[in-house]
């Protein structure tokens, strides 16, 4: 028996296939499920590039598979999830019918309180989901047609959708709240900030438990999310208390193709016919909104999203045009700005509340652990804090299966981490917790 958990980003579909014990006990659930594949698709969506379908077994449990598919802006997700259930069952003789639980992961929940079962004859809260596609216009959407696809496939399984604003019910009011008068249009959820990423930041939370041997509950710390999309989260005791997110992905940090916050009224200046429909299929979205999540961020500023190609140009400007060159240091020192701009605002919170020997800093996502020159320029910029990374461990790639690592050196006042984030396996957890299997 298994269970697939799936994660539907703009762009990519991640997923792990785990293998389930036939009978788990409720102590069973510190116990990690084992792995026994993972899948990676990207370019959806992206002009130019291929889809590429990756599936990787675990040694000895099947055949791996590097499928490239047609031009990215021909393929919508929900063409992927057939050829996904396919190439499991080619590759690794995982037949449809072993796979009994598929969770998902939906970016809006609304004020959904805990996760949110579907089956093929009960999937009323897909509908619910879908209405809050205009609040996550990149996510939600596709991952409600992932989920459909999925039913219509393998129409035994049980589905379990895991929200990103989960992690975030513990915002403190004064901090969800938006300073607006009473809306003058009905909206299917109120107007406040949500927060997101946040089966990474529950998922960041219990790998720091873990590997410090503390609970969850002596966890304070400033976690820096960055990947296409970025968020930082302040996380006192293990909860959330602020977040860079708000109603929808959009506000906070720059992202790869994401304004992050800006002023509201400039776009009224910019885009012609801001609140005019931008005639994106199934979904409704104004010319703003687009401009906004879509054209914006890394993209606009350096003409590329991919983090690693922008501090390559910086690094050695010989791969490049002086133009892209200056483009690239423009980009990434505006991110590295309205990074520092949060971060320190979320390391003053902490440290009103506990003393800094007890606060740590960590780096997950894409960017955030993989890019060693954005971590050294942040702690350089967190000087003052008596911040001090260790040029070595921040050089060094993550050994097999090393999670959390530290890259500050012994004598650094703040103690900083790099995790590497794992929303399946969170998602995988708190469906076992939610079903009790
Ligand atoms: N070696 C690297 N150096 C810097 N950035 C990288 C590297 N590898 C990947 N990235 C960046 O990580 C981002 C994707 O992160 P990821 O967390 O997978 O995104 P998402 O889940 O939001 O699609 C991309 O912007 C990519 O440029
Ligand atoms: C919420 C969000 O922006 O998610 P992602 O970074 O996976 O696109
Ligand atoms: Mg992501």
New binding site residues.
């Given amino acids: 028996m298994y269970l697939l958990a799936l994660n539907c980003?703009?762009?990519?579909i991640?997923g792990k296939l785990f293998d389930l014990p036939p009978a788990a006990t409720p102590a069973d659930l510190d116990v990690p499920l084992n792995g026994a594949a993972t899948i990676a698709v990207s370019n959806i969506g992206s002009k130019g590039d291929k889809v590429v379908i990756k599936v990787s077994w675990e040694a000895g449990r099947g055949q791996d598979v590097k499928e490239e598919g047609a031009e990215g802006s021909t393929v919508e997700h929900r063409d992927i999830f057939p050829i996904l259930l396919k190439n499991l069952a080619g590759s690794g003789g995982v037949q449809g019918s072993e796979i009994k639980y598929i969770t998902h992961r939906i970016v809006h929940g609304g004020l959904n309180k805990k996760p949110l079962i579907v089956t093929h004859e009960h999937e009323e809260a897909l509908t619910e989901m879908d209405a809050l596609s205009e609040f996550a216009p990149l996510h939600n959407h596709h991952a409600v047609l992932g989920v459909r696809a999925c039913l219509e496939a393998l129409p035994e399984h049980t589905s379990v959708l895991l929200f990103d604003t989960l992690f975030h019910q513990t915002l403190p009011r004064e901090t969800y709240t938006y300073a607006l008068p009473p809306p003058e249009l009905a909206t299917a959820i109120p107007l406040r900030k949500y927060g997101f990423h946040g089966l990474s930041y529950a998922s960041i939370v219990r790998s720091l438990s873990a590997n410090l041997g503390k609970p969850a509950s002596d966890i304070n710390v400033v976690v820096a999310h960055?990947?296409?999309?970025a968020s930082a989260c302040c996380i006192l005791g293990g909860k959330s208390i602020d977040t860079t997110m708000g109603l929808t992905p959009l506000e906070g940090l720059v992202g790869?193709t994401r304004t992050g916050t800006i002023d509201p009224t400039a776009i009224f200046h910019h885009t012609k016919d801001p609140g005019g429909d931008a005639g994106l299929k199934d979904m409704h979205v104004t010319r703003a909104e687009l401009v906004m999540n879509k054209k914006s961020g890394?993209t606009a500023l350096a003409g590329t999203?991919?983090?690693?190609?922008i501090?390559q140009r910086i690094a050695d400007p010989s791969t490049c045009s002086p133009e892209e060159g200056a483009a690239a240091q423009l980009a990434y020192d505006v991110f590295v700005d309205r990074l520092m701009g949060f971060l320190a605002a979320y390391l003053s919170k902490l440290l009103y509340r506990v003393p800094l020997a007890n606060v740590a800093l960590a780096f997950s996502?894409?960017?955030g652990e993989?890019?060693a020159q954005l971590r050294a320029d942040v702690l350089a910029r967190l000087g003052w804090l008596g911040a001090e990374v260790d040029a070595g461990k921040n050089a060094a790639r993550a050994q097999d299966g090393e999670v959390v690592r530290t890259i500050s050196t012994a004598g650094s006042k703040l103690r900083t981490y790099v995790v590497l984030t794992d929303e399946e396996a969170q998602c995988a957890h708190m469906a076992r917790e939610a079903l009790n299997i």
């Avoid at 980003?9 to 990519?12: D, E, N, Q």
């Fill in positions: 980003g703009s762009s990519s991640k960055l990947g296409s999309g790869g890394l999203q991919n983090f690693g190609l501090t996502g894409g960017i993989n890019s």
